[in-house]
């Protein structure tokens, strides 16, 4: 039998290399295995994120780029708006009006389509910062949009589901408001007015002041 000092190392066996190689092979498993936890639990994450977003949060997501975005509505009309504010069923910002923005009101329920470039898919997709909905924002409806523009007795263009009406906003009700037409541009004054509309909520597509 050999003999070995006690200064002299131990010599390498081929069994101890081998379970030296099993060892980092468990290791490396293990971590491959962790690795692919963690990107399927990114990736479920990311899928109840995405389930979670609603088409208004989008929207306002794709116009932080500060670029319009091309709202389809239900008549087939396209209007490029650089959105700036929404409530609970919609949203407003300017469109082009000659050298000067003119407001719009657009209910998210007359959204038919939302045509996004490149980037602003991208951003659309991203999470929105809380503050860019005010919480008491988030629960304003249309109806409180009407009411301030009835308050002010701003001449609107009403863009309904049965054609265009311009006029003044004289009452809101709970589901339709009251619209003296007369031309776009005068004033409300009785002698200008041909009529009365009720415009049932549903009906309106979008709303230019």
Known sequence: MENYDVGRPWPVTVAAVRWDELFADIEGQLEHELDLEQQGLAAEEERLRL???VLRDRVLAM?????RVSLVLADGETVAVRVESAGRDWVAGEIPAGS???AVVVPLASIAGVLPGHEQLELGLRPLPAEAVPALAARLGLGFVMRDLCRRRTGVELRTRGGIVH????????DHLDVAEHDAGAARRDRVVRRIRLVPFDAIL???A
């Open 63 to 67: 116009a932080r780029g500060g670029e």
């Open 206 to 208: 979008c709303v230019r």
């Open 100 to 102: 000067a923005g003119r």
């Open 51 to 53: 389930g979670r977003l």
């Open 167 to 174: 006029g003044t906003i004289d009452r809101v009700a709970r």
